[in-house]
């Protein structure tokens, strides 16, 4: 199964991540795409707890962030190899995200 989470303009703060991430539901062994297009400001907390929540204790499958500004998807990669998960997340940019 394929989740989809668009990001607002800014995003801050691992409470914010939690609650997003919470949206989705359980992502256990599916995708989830995250539409970064909109964002404008991420901070790295949040960027941290996102990936921590989804590839981590959520054991997504695959995280795809498509057109997060560059340093907001530094702060994904960075995250990623931090629980040894860099081979699950994929960075895209100007790729669509269809939503539902």
Avoid: N
Wanted: hydrophobic letters at 45%; charged letters at 20%.
């Amino acid at each position: 199964m394929t989740r989809t989470l668009v990001l607002p303009r800014l995003v801050a703060g691992r409470d914010f991540a939690d609650d997003m991430a919470d949206k989705l539901g359980p992502v256990a062994g599916d995708t989830v795409l995250v539409d970064g297009s909109g964002l404008l400001s991420g901070t790295g907390s949040f960027a941290a707890q996102l990936v921590s929540r989804l590839l981590g204790g959520g054991h997504a499958a695959q995280l795809i962030v498509m057109d997060a500004p560059d340093e907001f998807a530094g702060y994904l990669r960075s995250a990623a190899e931090a629980i040894g998960a860099s081979e699950r997340l994929t960075l895209r940019r100007g790729v669509p995200v269809a939503t539902a």
